[in-house]
């Protein structure tokens, strides 16, 4: 791999690559490899699947040349299974909503947005198709495939009881729904928060993995993006970039909003499908463990759904399979992590707002620091941080910090125990100080000390303003 790498490297640039390193390619099997040279660097990308290749190769083309941003392809060998693309960094979107407030979060949110129509409606326009992988519509066979991909990867591999003939009837009932809508827009398919990449200090949204577009629906890739599972994102925050959507598309076209609203959650509904069973095939089928972790996300998104949407169908077997797969403790117990309480320490500054809640609960406490010494306001101090150790014992001289701590813990703790006994899984707790260097910072790492004594927590520390994210235990 990496000699066909080097060759059409060295044929596209003139030069040899000073270094060629393997890089993540997360659940895919294609293998992606930074390229380092004089100039900079570019990825090297090795996959054996022709059609893909191709697929993907046409589509940058077509986004790049309508203004869409995508990775420029530098050169390619399809013969050779190779091909040469713009290196987008390393940072993704799920990657940065993991360390970043609430409001710096919907701002990326919002960047993304703005582009998807466009992606949709603007590149759509006489998009070609031609060599597109494995579909070219998201019609009712491709929608099937989906089901069956749900029906035969997850819920037979999952082991949850199902009549198949009366399920098949639901399945009917959606696939006509899903289809009542246009479907005439360019359907990403896969647009997760995995798939966007951050570049540059701007953090402009670049697109990856697009190879799987289609003619379809514009309902489907919003519900892609505001129901990735493991992104996790809260139901207020959903609904309000829904709404940010749904405004944007105005822009382009009109639209009935109470009609897009329902055809949208009969979108989230089969993407979940789609999603669960994908996990199912990789995590079940192939035995990668990872993809079963993501599961107990699913259903969490499933559980919204079905306590709170109401579809305008009639679909009773479906619904019950649902149910029998948000109460199953085996699924519900197959995130590792998920199995203790996890609570997850922040620090951060209040300059710069207040943390995303990210779990969904929209709970747990926020603690201001802004009360105790501040280590900040002294000169030999101004450049360290809460863990350097001379500022660690500056504040535990302090009688009110340990007054502060003391405290905490106290609250803190008794959360802990209670959710434990009744199985929460997550528990959030900030620490905020004016610039989120000094005290909370040292707030942050004494917490989770102290907690980390407890062998039913799992504790997650993450410093924003440092960038430092790390668990305990």
């Not at 003619?215 to 493991?230: M, P, V, W």
């Amino acid at each position: 791999m990496i000699n066909k790498i080097r060759e059409l490297f060295v044929k596209t640039f003139n030069c040899e690559p000073i270094e060629i390193k393997p890089i993540s390619a997360d659940g895919s099997n294609r293998k992606y490899f930074r390229c380092f040279y004089n100039k900079g660097t570019c990825i090297g990308v090795y996959n054996e699947d022709r059609k893909e290749n191709v697929a993907f190769l046409d589509y940058a083309k077509q986004l790049f040349n309508k203004g869409i941003p995508v990775p420029k392809i530098y050169a390619e060998n399809i013969d050779n299974n190779v091909y040469l693309q713009q290196d987008l960094g390393d940072t993704n979107l799920y990657q940065y909503l993991q360390s970043h407030n609430r409001d710096e979060v919907l701002n990326v949110y919002n960047k993304v947005i703005k582009e998807l129509p466009k992606i949709q409606i603007v590149a759509g326009k006489d998009f070609s198709y031609t060599n597109a992988f494995p579909r070219k519509a998201f019609d009712e066979q491709s929608i099937q495939w989906d089901l069956n991909y749900f029906k035969y990867y997850f819920l037979k591999l999952a082991g949850i009881a199902f009549n198949e003939e009366d399920l098949e009837n639901d399945f009917q009932v959606l696939v006509k729904y899903l289809l009542s809508c246009n479907t005439s827009y360019f359907l990403f398919r896969d647009f997760q928060s995995r798939n966007i990449m951050l570049v540059d200090n701007d953090l402009k949204p670049y697109f990856i993995d697009f190879q799987g577009g289609r003619k379809g629906a514009l309902q489907y890739d919003i519900a892609s993006l505001l129901y990735d599972a493991k992104a996790d994102i809260c139901p207020q925050t959903r609904e309000i970039l829904l709404n940010d959507y749904l405004k944007e598309l105005e822009k382009y076209i009109s639209i009935d909003k109470k009609d897009f609203t329902e055809h949208y959650f009969a979108y989230v509904y089969i993407r979940i499908m789609q999603a669960m069973g994908s996990y199912g095939y990789r995590g079940y089928f192939e035995k990668k463990t990872s993809f079963l972790k993501s599961i107990p996300y699913a259903l969490n998104n499933l559980e919204y759904l079905e306590n709170n949407i109401s579809l305008p169908l009639d679909m009773p077997t479906l619904h019950q399979v649902f149910r029998s797969i948000i109460s199953s403790e085996k699924l519900r117990n197959l995130n590792d992590s998920k199995k203790k309480l996890t609570v997850t320490i922040k620090s951060f500054s209040y300059k710069k707002g207040i943390p995303m809640d990210i779990s969904g609960n929209g709970g747990g406490f926020i603690f201001d620091c802004r009360a105790l010494p501040n280590p900040g306001r002294i000169e030999k101090y101004k450049t360290m941080t809460g863990m350097d150790s001379e500022v660690i014992e500056y504040l535990e001289s302090k009688p009110e910090v340990e007054y502060f701590m003391k405290n905490v813990k106290n609250i803190v703790e008794q959360s802990c125990e209670n959710y434990v006994k009744r199985n929460f899984t997550d528990l959030s707790v900030y620490f905020g100080c004016t610039g989120g260097r000094h005290r909370s910072v040292y707030c942050c790492e004494k917490l989770a000390e102290i907690l980390s004594q407890n062998t039913d927590l799992n504790i997650v520390v993450n410093h924003i303003e440092q960038n430092i994210q790390k668990k305990s235990k």
